[in-house]
DNA sequence: ATAACTGCAAATCTTTTGCTTACAG
DNA sequence: CTGTAAGCAAAAGATTTGCAGTTAT
Protein backbone atom coordinates (compact mmCIF):
# COMPACT_ATOMS: atom_id res chain seq x y z
CA UNK A 1 0.00 0.00 0.00
CA UNK A 2 1.38 3.68 -0.66
CA UNK A 3 1.80 6.42 1.24
CA UNK A 4 -1.44 8.34 -0.28
CA UNK A 5 -3.89 4.99 0.44
CA UNK A 6 -2.49 4.63 3.94
CA UNK A 7 -2.88 8.76 4.02
CA UNK A 8 -6.74 8.16 2.75
CA UNK A 9 -7.37 5.41 5.01
CA UNK A 10 -5.95 6.57 8.34
CA UNK A 11 -8.55 10.03 7.33
CA UNK A 12 -11.51 7.77 7.02
CA UNK A 13 -10.36 6.05 10.01
CA UNK A 14 -9.89 9.08 12.19
CA UNK A 15 -12.82 10.98 11.20
CA UNK A 16 -15.79 11.10 13.41
CA UNK A 17 -17.80 12.37 10.69
CA UNK A 18 -19.25 11.02 7.62
CA UNK A 19 -16.77 11.76 4.66
CA UNK A 20 -17.77 12.83 1.28
CA UNK A 21 -15.02 12.57 -1.79
CA UNK A 22 -14.49 16.43 -1.70
CA UNK A 23 -13.99 16.64 1.80
CA UNK A 24 -12.16 13.95 2.18
CA UNK A 25 -9.62 15.20 -0.48
CA UNK A 26 -9.84 18.73 1.06
CA UNK A 27 -8.50 17.06 4.07
CA UNK A 28 -5.92 14.81 2.15
CA UNK A 29 -4.46 17.42 0.59
CA UNK A 30 -3.28 19.33 3.86
CA UNK A 31 -0.66 17.09 3.96
CA UNK A 32 0.04 16.02 0.47
CA UNK A 33 -1.06 18.61 -1.93
CA UNK A 34 -0.73 16.76 -5.08
CA UNK A 35 -3.22 14.04 -3.82
CA UNK A 36 -5.91 13.61 -7.10
CA UNK A 37 -9.11 13.19 -7.16
CA UNK A 38 -9.04 10.45 -9.00
CA UNK A 39 -6.54 8.69 -6.45
CA UNK A 40 -9.11 9.68 -3.63
CA UNK A 41 -11.98 7.49 -6.46
CA UNK A 42 -9.38 4.67 -6.93
CA UNK A 43 -8.48 3.82 -3.27
CA UNK A 44 -12.21 3.60 -2.33
CA UNK A 45 -13.12 1.72 -4.98
CA UNK A 46 -10.40 -0.64 -3.33
CA UNK A 47 -11.21 -0.59 0.11
CA UNK A 48 -14.91 -1.11 -0.73
CA UNK A 49 -13.72 -4.27 -2.20
CA UNK A 50 -11.53 -5.06 0.21
CA UNK A 51 -14.79 -4.27 3.05
CA UNK A 52 -12.62 -2.44 5.19
CA UNK A 53 -15.10 1.06 4.42
CA UNK A 54 -18.78 1.18 3.94
CA UNK A 55 -20.50 3.52 1.50
CA UNK A 56 -23.60 5.26 2.35
CA UNK A 57 -25.88 7.40 0.98
CA UNK A 58 -27.58 9.02 3.93
CA UNK A 59 -30.78 9.36 1.95
CA UNK A 60 -29.06 11.11 -0.40
CA UNK A 61 -29.52 14.50 1.38
CA UNK A 62 -27.01 16.78 0.26
CA UNK A 63 -26.84 16.14 -3.73
CA UNK A 64 -26.15 12.29 -5.08
CA UNK A 65 -22.54 11.98 -3.58
CA UNK A 66 -21.48 9.37 -1.66
CA UNK A 67 -19.58 8.86 1.82
CA UNK A 68 -17.93 6.88 3.60
CA UNK A 69 -16.78 5.16 7.09
CA UNK A 70 -14.16 2.55 8.00
CA UNK A 71 -16.40 -0.37 8.90
CA UNK A 72 -16.97 -1.20 12.54
CA UNK A 73 -17.12 -4.34 13.71
CA UNK A 74 -21.11 -3.80 14.25
CA UNK A 75 -23.36 -3.00 11.49
CA UNK A 76 -25.54 0.12 12.35
CA UNK A 77 -28.31 2.44 10.62
CA UNK A 78 -27.86 5.66 10.02
CA UNK A 79 -31.07 7.79 10.43
CA UNK A 80 -30.75 11.34 8.52
CA UNK A 81 -32.71 14.56 9.48
CA UNK A 82 -34.12 15.87 6.51
CA UNK A 83 -34.45 19.26 8.79
CA UNK A 84 -31.17 19.93 9.98
CA UNK A 85 -29.37 17.50 8.48
CA UNK A 86 -27.76 15.63 11.15
CA UNK A 87 -26.82 12.34 10.87
CA UNK A 88 -27.35 9.77 13.78
CA UNK A 89 -26.29 6.18 13.87
CA UNK A 90 -28.79 3.63 15.64
CA UNK A 91 -27.20 -0.06 16.46
CA UNK A 92 -29.53 -2.59 17.76
CA UNK A 93 -29.47 -6.13 18.09
CA UNK A 94 -32.95 -6.47 15.93
CA UNK A 95 -30.90 -5.63 13.66
CA UNK A 96 -28.61 -8.27 14.00
CA UNK A 97 -31.20 -10.53 14.47
CA UNK A 98 -32.55 -9.16 11.16
CA UNK A 99 -29.85 -10.08 9.02
CA UNK A 100 -29.49 -13.41 10.72
CA UNK A 101 -33.09 -13.82 9.63
CA UNK A 102 -32.56 -12.79 5.92
CA UNK A 103 -29.56 -15.21 5.44
CA UNK A 104 -31.23 -18.07 6.73
CA UNK A 105 -34.43 -17.66 4.98
CA UNK A 106 -32.96 -16.66 1.67
CA UNK A 107 -29.84 -18.18 1.73
CA UNK A 108 -28.35 -15.38 0.34
CA UNK A 109 -24.38 -14.49 1.00
CA UNK A 110 -24.46 -10.85 2.19
CA UNK A 111 -21.31 -8.27 1.07
CA UNK A 112 -22.92 -5.37 2.20
CA UNK A 113 -25.90 -4.07 4.50
CA UNK A 114 -27.37 -0.78 4.07
CA UNK A 115 -30.30 0.44 6.08
CA UNK A 116 -30.87 4.32 6.22
CA UNK A 117 -33.78 6.23 7.44
CA UNK A 118 -34.85 9.53 6.40
CA UNK A 119 -37.35 11.79 8.18
CA UNK A 120 -37.33 14.52 11.54
CA UNK A 121 -35.05 13.94 14.55
CA UNK A 122 -36.56 14.46 17.59
CA UNK A 123 -35.18 17.96 18.16
CA UNK A 124 -36.67 19.39 15.42
CA UNK A 125 -40.00 17.89 16.00
CA UNK A 126 -39.77 19.71 18.92
CA UNK A 127 -37.85 23.04 17.82
CA UNK A 128 -40.64 22.89 15.02
CA UNK A 129 -43.64 23.50 17.42
CA UNK B 1 -52.65 15.56 -12.29
CA UNK B 2 -52.07 15.80 -15.71
CA UNK B 3 -51.82 13.06 -18.68
CA UNK B 4 -48.38 12.55 -18.82
CA UNK B 5 -48.04 11.89 -14.93
CA UNK B 6 -50.72 9.82 -14.74
CA UNK B 7 -49.25 8.51 -17.21
CA UNK B 8 -45.73 7.96 -15.70
CA UNK B 9 -47.60 6.79 -12.10
CA UNK B 10 -49.31 3.96 -14.11
CA UNK B 11 -46.60 2.69 -15.60
CA UNK B 12 -44.67 2.72 -12.22
CA UNK B 13 -47.45 0.94 -10.25
CA UNK B 14 -47.76 -1.92 -13.52
CA UNK B 15 -44.31 -2.52 -13.51
CA UNK B 16 -43.00 -5.26 -11.61
CA UNK B 17 -39.45 -4.68 -12.16
CA UNK B 18 -38.08 -1.66 -10.60
CA UNK B 19 -37.44 1.37 -13.07
CA UNK B 20 -34.90 3.93 -13.64
CA UNK B 21 -35.53 7.47 -15.22
CA UNK B 22 -34.10 6.20 -18.93
CA UNK B 23 -36.00 2.95 -19.00
CA UNK B 24 -39.33 4.71 -17.23
CA UNK B 25 -39.12 7.59 -20.01
CA UNK B 26 -38.50 4.71 -22.41
CA UNK B 27 -41.80 3.32 -21.68
CA UNK B 28 -43.97 6.25 -21.39
CA UNK B 29 -42.37 7.77 -24.98
CA UNK B 30 -44.47 4.54 -26.47
CA UNK B 31 -47.34 5.85 -25.38
CA UNK B 32 -46.23 9.84 -25.75
CA UNK B 33 -43.90 10.02 -28.04
CA UNK B 34 -43.05 13.83 -26.86
CA UNK B 35 -42.71 13.36 -23.13
CA UNK B 36 -39.42 14.68 -21.53
CA UNK B 37 -37.13 13.60 -19.31
CA UNK B 38 -37.34 17.03 -17.49
CA UNK B 39 -41.00 15.80 -16.80
CA UNK B 40 -39.74 11.93 -15.67
CA UNK B 41 -37.71 13.69 -13.52
CA UNK B 42 -39.79 16.36 -11.86
CA UNK B 43 -42.57 14.08 -11.83
CA UNK B 44 -40.92 11.29 -9.90
CA UNK B 45 -39.75 14.18 -7.45
CA UNK B 46 -43.34 15.00 -6.62
CA UNK B 47 -44.15 11.41 -6.55
CA UNK B 48 -41.56 11.23 -3.78
CA UNK B 49 -42.65 14.10 -1.96
CA UNK B 50 -45.97 12.88 -1.79
CA UNK B 51 -44.63 9.29 -0.77
CA UNK B 52 -46.31 7.38 -3.68
CA UNK B 53 -42.99 6.06 -4.80
CA UNK B 54 -39.75 4.98 -3.13
CA UNK B 55 -36.49 5.75 -4.17
CA UNK B 56 -33.85 2.49 -4.60
CA UNK B 57 -30.10 2.75 -5.29
CA UNK B 58 -30.00 -1.35 -5.36
CA UNK B 59 -26.68 -1.17 -4.17
CA UNK B 60 -25.80 0.77 -7.33
CA UNK B 61 -25.51 -2.59 -8.52
CA UNK B 62 -25.52 -1.06 -12.25
CA UNK B 63 -24.15 2.93 -12.42
CA UNK B 64 -25.42 5.42 -10.27
CA UNK B 65 -28.76 6.17 -11.13
CA UNK B 66 -32.06 5.45 -8.93
CA UNK B 67 -34.71 3.10 -8.96
CA UNK B 68 -38.61 3.54 -8.62
CA UNK B 69 -41.34 1.73 -6.96
CA UNK B 70 -44.50 2.21 -6.26
CA UNK B 71 -44.95 1.78 -2.43
CA UNK B 72 -46.68 -0.92 -0.76
CA UNK B 73 -48.49 -1.17 2.11
CA UNK B 74 -45.55 -3.00 3.62
CA UNK B 75 -41.96 -1.87 3.46
CA UNK B 76 -39.38 -4.31 2.79
CA UNK B 77 -35.83 -5.10 1.74
CA UNK B 78 -34.13 -5.31 -1.09
CA UNK B 79 -31.26 -7.97 -2.19
CA UNK B 80 -29.19 -7.19 -5.04
CA UNK B 81 -26.63 -9.99 -6.22
CA UNK B 82 -23.66 -8.72 -7.56
CA UNK B 83 -23.28 -11.51 -9.92
CA UNK B 84 -26.24 -11.81 -11.42
CA UNK B 85 -28.05 -8.65 -11.22
CA UNK B 86 -31.47 -10.16 -9.39
CA UNK B 87 -33.00 -7.93 -7.17
CA UNK B 88 -34.95 -9.86 -4.81
CA UNK B 89 -37.27 -8.42 -2.31
CA UNK B 90 -37.64 -9.40 1.77
CA UNK B 91 -40.42 -9.29 4.04
CA UNK B 92 -40.21 -10.22 7.55
CA UNK B 93 -41.70 -9.10 10.59
CA UNK B 94 -38.48 -8.71 12.09
CA UNK B 95 -38.07 -5.86 10.11
CA UNK B 96 -41.72 -4.13 10.82
CA UNK B 97 -40.23 -4.38 14.68
CA UNK B 98 -37.09 -3.09 13.96
CA UNK B 99 -38.93 0.22 12.55
CA UNK B 100 -40.95 0.53 15.47
CA UNK B 101 -37.90 0.81 18.15
CA UNK B 102 -36.15 2.98 16.24
CA UNK B 103 -38.59 5.47 16.27
CA UNK B 104 -39.41 4.72 20.30
CA UNK B 105 -35.32 4.41 21.15
CA UNK B 106 -34.47 7.67 19.12
CA UNK B 107 -37.80 9.61 19.03
CA UNK B 108 -37.14 10.01 15.22
CA UNK B 109 -39.99 10.72 13.15
CA UNK B 110 -39.51 8.33 9.97
CA UNK B 111 -40.19 9.24 6.51
CA UNK B 112 -38.42 6.89 4.70
CA UNK B 113 -36.78 3.63 5.06
CA UNK B 114 -34.60 1.96 2.80
CA UNK B 115 -32.65 -1.10 3.91
CA UNK B 116 -30.22 -2.80 0.45
CA UNK B 117 -28.59 -5.47 0.85
CA UNK B 118 -25.37 -6.81 -2.14
CA UNK B 119 -23.81 -10.09 -1.69
CA UNK B 120 -24.40 -13.38 -4.06
CA UNK B 121 -27.88 -15.01 -4.04
CA UNK B 122 -28.76 -18.47 -3.41
CA UNK B 123 -28.60 -19.66 -7.06
CA UNK B 124 -24.90 -17.83 -8.20
CA UNK B 125 -23.54 -19.48 -4.93
CA UNK B 126 -24.55 -22.76 -6.40
CA UNK B 127 -23.34 -22.36 -9.83
CA UNK B 128 -20.39 -20.38 -8.57
CA UNK B 129 -19.27 -24.09 -6.93
C1' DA C 1 12.05 -5.30 -16.19
C1' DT C 2 7.46 -5.53 -14.82
C1' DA C 3 3.62 -4.30 -12.71
C1' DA C 4 1.08 -1.15 -10.06
C1' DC C 5 0.17 3.87 -8.89
C1' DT C 6 -0.43 8.77 -10.01
C1' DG C 7 -1.79 13.28 -12.02
C1' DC C 8 -4.11 15.49 -15.40
C1' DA C 9 -7.63 16.38 -18.50
C1' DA C 10 -11.36 14.86 -20.82
C1' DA C 11 -15.38 11.99 -21.03
C1' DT C 12 -19.46 9.93 -19.13
C1' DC C 13 -23.55 9.44 -16.66
C1' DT C 14 -27.30 11.18 -13.99
C1' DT C 15 -29.91 14.81 -12.43
C1' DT C 16 -31.26 19.73 -12.27
C1' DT C 17 -32.36 24.34 -14.07
C1' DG C 18 -33.67 28.50 -16.93
C1' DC C 19 -36.43 29.95 -20.16
C1' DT C 20 -40.22 30.11 -23.39
C1' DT C 21 -44.39 28.25 -24.91
C1' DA C 22 -48.67 25.70 -23.98
C1' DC C 23 -52.30 24.24 -21.14
C1' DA C 24 -55.71 23.92 -17.16
C1' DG C 25 -58.58 25.69 -13.51
C1' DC D 1 -56.72 35.65 -16.47
C1' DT D 2 -53.33 33.24 -13.54
C1' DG D 3 -50.75 29.63 -12.13
C1' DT D 4 -48.87 25.26 -13.17
C1' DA D 5 -46.82 21.99 -16.55
C1' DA D 6 -43.93 20.75 -20.55
C1' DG D 7 -40.22 20.82 -23.97
C1' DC D 8 -35.77 21.98 -25.05
C1' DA D 9 -31.18 22.80 -24.39
C1' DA D 10 -27.69 23.87 -21.47
C1' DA D 11 -25.58 23.43 -16.88
C1' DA D 12 -24.22 21.20 -12.89
C1' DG D 13 -22.52 17.51 -9.92
C1' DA D 14 -20.35 13.13 -9.20
C1' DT D 15 -17.66 9.59 -10.87
C1' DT D 16 -14.80 7.18 -14.34
C1' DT D 17 -11.33 6.64 -17.87
C1' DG D 18 -7.22 7.01 -21.16
C1' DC D 19 -2.87 8.16 -21.33
C1' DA D 20 1.80 9.41 -20.29
C1' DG D 21 4.99 9.65 -16.78
C1' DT D 22 6.56 7.77 -12.03
C1' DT D 23 7.40 4.72 -8.45
C1' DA D 24 7.89 0.35 -6.23
C1' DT D 25 9.09 -4.68 -6.40
Redesign the pocket.
Known amino acids: M????RLLVRIIQDSSRHL???TLLEIARKQ?A??????V???I?LLKEHRLIDELDLMHIE????YYEAKTSRDHCHMACFRCGAIMEYVSPSFDRLKKEMVQQSGFQIRVVRLEVGGICKRCQENGK
Chains 1, 2 share one sequence.
Open positions: TAQRDVADAIDRATYRTAGEKH
